[in-house]
Every structure is written in structure tokens, then in C-alpha cells.
Nanobody, 123 residues
């Protein structure tokens, strides 16, 4: 069974930065399109970013575009989310997952969700 483990969350002030990390146990990681999602209390999970298997192509949700950067290290089975210019509305639990397509307007998760990592942005 593939496991997804997120880390790097924390409490930051508005305008600050965090880098989230996700490790996946799949042996085919380098062939998998990966993405980040987030879920705030009382809200539905929303798509944040996705990256192609080679890392050359990326996709971002409108709410994070220009502020977040997704990257990956296939040698380490890791995907990252660099979050800059954080806003209080970015407060959420962030999850990584394999996604079906980077071309989709709403990329769909393919694996069982991990525990996520909490990001809290104070005003």
C-alpha cells in the first residue's frame, strides 16, 4: 500500500513562508503526477498545485498562483510546496497525493489520503 506522509507545517505570520514536504512510498514515484490539496475547517478540500512526473510542468489553483511553488525530487520520492506571501486564508491542513492529470481543471486524487500537515497563518 502506498503511503503519503506530509511534513513542514507550522505557525507563521502573514507574509511569511513555509516549505512543505511529502514523501510517497510508491516505486513508480518518478512516473506519477503529484499534487497538493488543502482543507480549512468547515470547508471542502481544494486543489492547490500539481507537478508533472518530470517536474517540467506545473499547475496552480487561482488562490495560490504566484505565491506557491511546487517542486519534486524523484531520487528521494519527495514533492515540495514552497509557500510564500502567506495569508490568513491559507490556514488549512495541507495534503499531497498522486493526481490523474496536470491538464485537468480539477485534478483528482488517486491514492488514500495521508494525515496532512497543519499550516496556520496569523494576521
Amino acid at each position: 500500500q502506498v503511503e503519503l506522509v506530509e511534513s513542514g507545517g507550522g505557525l507563521v505570520q502573514a507574509g511569511g513562508s513555509l516549505r512543505l514536504a511529502c514523501t510517497a512510498s510508491t516505486r513508480t514515484f518518478s512516473s506519477d503526477t503529484m499534487g497538493w490539496f488543502r482543507q480549512a475547517p468547515g470547508k471542502e478540500r481544494e486543489f492547490c498545485a500539481a507537478i508533472s512526473r518530470g517536474g517540467a510542468s506545473t499547475l496552480y489553483g487561482d488562490s495560490v498562483k504566484g505565491r506557491f511553488t511546487i517542486s519534486r525530487d524523484n531520487a528521494k520520492n519527495m514533492v515540495y510546496l514552497q509557500m510564500n506571501s502567506l495569508k490568513p486564508e491559507d490556514t488549512a491542513v495541507y495534503y499531497c497525493n498522486q493526481v490523474n492529470s496536470i491538464l485537468a481543471r480539477h485534478p483528482q486524487p488517486l491514492l488514500q489520503w495521508g494525515q496532512g500537515t497543519q499550516v496556520t497563518v496569523s494576521s
